[in-house]
C-alpha cells in the first residue's frame, strides 16, 4: 500500500508558477505510475498529467502542454508537477494518484489505486 501527500498549492496571479510535490510512503513507489488530477468546484475530477514508473513516459491533457512538467525523483519517492504560464481555469484542487497497472497507461481516474488527500491551486485574475 502507498500513503501520497500533496504539497506546494497557493494563491498565485496568472501567469504566475506553482510545483507540487506528492510524498510517497513505503519501497515501492518506482513500481507504480503517477498521475496527476484536478477538480474544480462543480466539476468532475479531470486528468492532468500521467508518468511512467522510470519516468521516461509522459502525457499531458491538451489544456496543459507547454505549461506543465511531470517529473518523478524515485530516490526520494517524490512526483513533481511543474506548473508555469498558470491561468485563472488552472484553478482546483490537484490530487497525485499512483496506478498499479503500468501496462497500459490510462487517463481515468477510476483505474488508479491510491489518491492523496488534494492540494488547492487558486490563480487569480
Known amino acids: 500500500q502507498v500513503q501520497l501527500v500533496e504539497s506546494g498549492g497557493g494563491l498565485v496571479q496568472a501567469g504566475g508558477s506553482l510545483r507540487l510535490s506528492c510524498a510517497a510512503s513505503g519501497r515501492t513507489f518506482s513500481t507504480y505510475a503517477m498521475g496527476w488530477f484536478r477538480q474544480a468546484p462543480g466539476k468532475e475530477r479531470e486528468f492532468v498529467a500521467r508518468?511512467?514508473?522510470?519516468?521516461?513516459?509522459?502525457s499531458y491533457t491538451d489544456s496543459v502542454k507547454g505549461r506543465f512538467t511531470i517529473s518523478r525523483d524515485n530516490a526520494k519517492n517524490t512526483a513533481y508537477l511543474q506548473m508555469n504560464s498558470l491561468k485563472p481555469e488552472d484553478t482546483a484542487v490537484y490530487y497525485c494518484?499512483?496506478?498499479?497497472?503500468?501496462?497500459?497507461?490510462?487517463?481515468?481516474?477510476?483505474?488508479?489505486?491510491?489518491w492523496g488527500q488534494g492540494t488547492q491551486v487558486t490563480v487569480s485574475s
Open positions: 508518468i511512467s514508473r522510470g519516468g521516461r513516459s509522459t
Open positions: 494518484a499512483a496506478d498499479k497497472n503500468t501496462i497500459v497507461p490510462t487517463r481515468a481516474a477510476a483505474a488508479y489505486d491510491y
